[in-house]
């Protein structure tokens, strides 16, 4: 078991196949398109995708924003169960090297054919194929920087929530874009962040997957766990792991808050609807169901959404108080990356940076 490739490890672990079509079957319906409707939407959302790069060459400054993505075949516009199928193949690579030392410390788990190994890995994929499923009906793009390095946009959801908040259409995939356009940017400016994220999501994985055995026997305890306010985060983690993912929390925190920043830095010139967009968009969270709201305190998504803002506080008053161009030495070594305590007070990091 200790040569076995981590390719190997993540498909005797992990029934990938049946997570892809657990997400396809279990997600909700969108809105239905005729054929005429969604050559149109695509259209769009790669025209609104292009129409994007130029703005956040602008906003941020940053020469590795010049141009890239103005190819529309540069940005794909998926459904939700080929986002779906997407995410699963980020997921197969980046476990990879987690479920090969999950099997080294227990070789029994991956004994092909046995119960453990079918079972497991069967529960494994079902359970993942669930999340996404849930997950592909309110994300509405992201930059995949690990497998597919571009832009996936997903239409129904789009167009779904165009609908629903009674935004202009044409604004609303732009605001969206300029969104996704600004991680595509990030990754390019700093070529090291993609293995650096990596790495570290490794490191954490590693440790939660060597308690793979004892996660299906806690499950319970866990939704008691999250039902009393607690994260799924808290109850599985070590202090090791409480600071890598706090590293991985301030990393996350700030490549959102900056899409933020950036998106938000647009004007009527450019979206004229704008603030409507803004404002209803951040309305939307009072009408989730109760389902909704367990779900995703379960994973930890409002929790995300906080960081996010704080993320965002920390771009916006570094930008303001040196400039642009001065916060976009962040993008040069993973030394200039904040740390969670940075991010909620950002004086120190221009301090650290030298840049008072």
């Known amino acids: 078991m200790n040569s076995i490739s981590a390719a190997r490890a993540s498909d005797l672990m992990i029934n990938w196949e049946l997570a892809t079509t657990t997400a396809a079957r279990v997600a909700p319906a969108g809105p239905r398109f005729s054929a005429a409707q969604v050559s149109q939407e695509v259209a769009a959302l790669r025209s609104a995708a292009a129409e994007a790069v130029d703005h956040v060459h602008r906003i941020t400054g940053l ?6 993505g103005a190819d529309p075949a540069e940005t794909l516009v998926v459904d939700r169960a080929t ?3 997407a995410n699963v193949e980020s997921f197969r690579e980046l476990l990879g090297p987690a479920l090969k030392i999950a099997l080294e410390q227990k070789p ?7 119960s453990a190994q079918v079972y497991g890995s069967s529960f494994a994929g079902a359970e993942l194929g669930a999340v996404l ?6 994300v509405l793009g992201q930059f995949d920087p690990f497998t597919q390095n571009r832009l996936i946009l997903v239409a129904p959801n789009i ?5 629903e908040l009674n935004v202009v259409a044409e604004d609303f995939r732009l605001w969206v874009c300029l969104h996704e356009q600004t991680h ?3 990754f390019a400016a700093a070529p090291w962040l993609a293995d650096h994220l990596k790495s570290k999501i490794t490191e954490l994985s590693s440790s939660t997957m060597g308690m793979a055995s004892g996660l299906g026997d806690r499950l319970g305890e866990v939704i008691e766990q999250v039902r009393a306010g607690r994260g799924l985060i808290e109850v599985i983690q070590t202090p090791q792991d409480r600071e890598t993912m706090s590293h991985l929390t301030a990393v996350m925190s700030l490549l ?3 899409a933020n920043v950036v998106m938000d830095g647009v004007d009527a010139s450019i979206v004229p609807t704008v603030k409507t967009i803004r404002r209803r968009f951040e309305a939307r969270g009072k009408t989730r169901t109760p389902l909704e709201k367990f779900i995703r305190k379960l994973l930890q998504l409002d929790v995300k959404a906080a960081q996010y803002r704080d993320g965002q506080k920390f771009v916006g008053h570094i930008v303001d108080t040196i400039g642009m161009d001065s916060f976009n030495i962040i993008w040069e070594s993973p030394a200039h990356l904040p740390t969670e305590q940075e991010l909620h007070h950002p004086q120190e990091w221009i301090e650290r940076m030298g840049l008072a």
């Open 63 to 68: 020469d590795a924003a010049r141009n890239l």
């Open 133 to 138: 499923a849930f997950l592909s009906a309110h």
């Open 184 to 186: 595509r940017v990030q």
């Open 256 to 258: 959102e808050g900056h």
């Open 108 to 114: 029994e788990l991956g004994k092909e054919g046995s």
């Open 83 to 85: 986002w779906s199928k």
């Open 159 to 163: 167009a779904e929530i165009t609908t």
